[in-house]
Nanobody, 118 residues
Framework: QGQLQESGPGLVKPSQTISLTCTVSDVSITANDYWWGWIRQPPGKGLEYIGYMIYSGSTFYSPSLESRTSISRDTSKNQFTLQLRDVTPEDTATYYC??????????WGQGTQVTVSS
């Protein structure tokens, strides 16, 4: 099992940016066996794919969120981050980071609740 931990503010105001960090503790995020993703689950709804980063640093995003989303990394800290800009209450969700291997999520963080409200 992997070790991933999300961190970031639990409350964000509308039009601001959600910034979350995932700290990976058991494997290098530059290892070419793994990719690294973000997923969210709004209250009462299913899981929604946000995007992912491969070992080279290239990123891929959900078309519905691409214009507002950035995924980056700090290899010195073995962390990758999510920024979701210009948020609305519809972006309220539990946000998860996850490890991807062979096109499947094989390890998840515990999730962090983010509420968008004024």
């Amino acid at each position: 099992q992997g070790q991933l931990q999300e961190s970031g503010p639990g409350l964000v105001k509308p039009s601001q940016t959600i910034s979350l960090t995932c700290t990976v503790s058991d494997v290098s995020i530059t290892a070419n066996d793994y990719w690294w993703g973000w997923i969210r689950q709004p209250p009462g709804k299913g899981l929604e794919y946000i995007g992912y980063m491969i070992y080279s640093g290239s990123t891929f995003y959900s078309p519905s969120l691409e214009s507002r989303t950035s995924i980056s990394r700090d290899t010195s800290k073995n962390q990758f981050t999510l920024q979701l800009r210009d948020v609305t209450p519809e972006d309220t969700a539990t946000y998860y980071c996850a490890r991807i291997r062979t096109w499947a999520y094989d390890s998840w963080g515990q999730g962090t609740q983010v509420t968008v409200s004024s």
